[in-house]
Structure formats: C-alpha cells, structure tokens
C-alpha cells in the first residue's frame, strides 16, 4: 500500500492531541479560505459522482450492494483508504490556502 503525499501531517493519527485524519479534515474545513474549501469539495463531489456512474455502468444500478459489502469485507482497506482521501484532501485544501 503506498503512503499519501500529505501522511507526514498526520504520523500519529492516535495521539489525543492530533486526532485523526477526519477530524484534522473538519477542523481544516471549518477554518481555512471559504473559497478553497468549496473549490476542493465541489471537485471531490464531482469526483463521485464520476466514479458512481462507472460503477453503475460495470456493476449495475445495484452497485450500492456491492460497495456495502466491500465495506464489510474489506474493512481495513476501507479505514485505510479513507484516511488516505482525508489527507489528501486536507493537504490539498492547507496547500492552497498559505
């Protein structure tokens, strides 16, 4: 599995006094440049629904299912990539906004 280009910000994620990747995503949100933040979020929005429509047309409108099951069954993958999608976005919105 390869590291996140913004993984340094975040190498404890456990300390109590760092949080986690979501948690520093929130508090980025809330505090940095307005205009950065719904820039960064309206282009990870339309980056699901890009992927959505893929995953519609290959695995039907039922994808929903699968993407569930996925969840289940590769739970640690999922915990894994979605703290990676958390920094990166973080990263992207700090970049940005200095």
């Known amino acids: 599995m390869s590291m996140s280009k913004y993984s340094a910000l975040f190498e404890d994620e456990d300390d109590v006094f760092l949080g986690t990747p979501a948690s520093k995503l929130m508090d ?3 505090s940095a440049n307005n205009d950065v933040v719904r820039f960064d979020l309206e282009n990870f929005i339309t980056q699901r629904a890009a992927m959505e429509i893929l995953l519609a047309e290959k695995l039907g409108e039922d994808f929903y299912r699968e993407v569930e099951n ?7 993958d999922v915990e894994s990539k979605t703290k990676s999608l958390c920094m990166e976005l973080t990263g992207e919105i ?5």
């Open 70 to 76: 996925l969840m289940v069954t590769r739970r640690a």
């Open 94 to 98: 700090v970049s940005k906004s200095e």
């Open 28 to 30: 980025i949100i809330f």
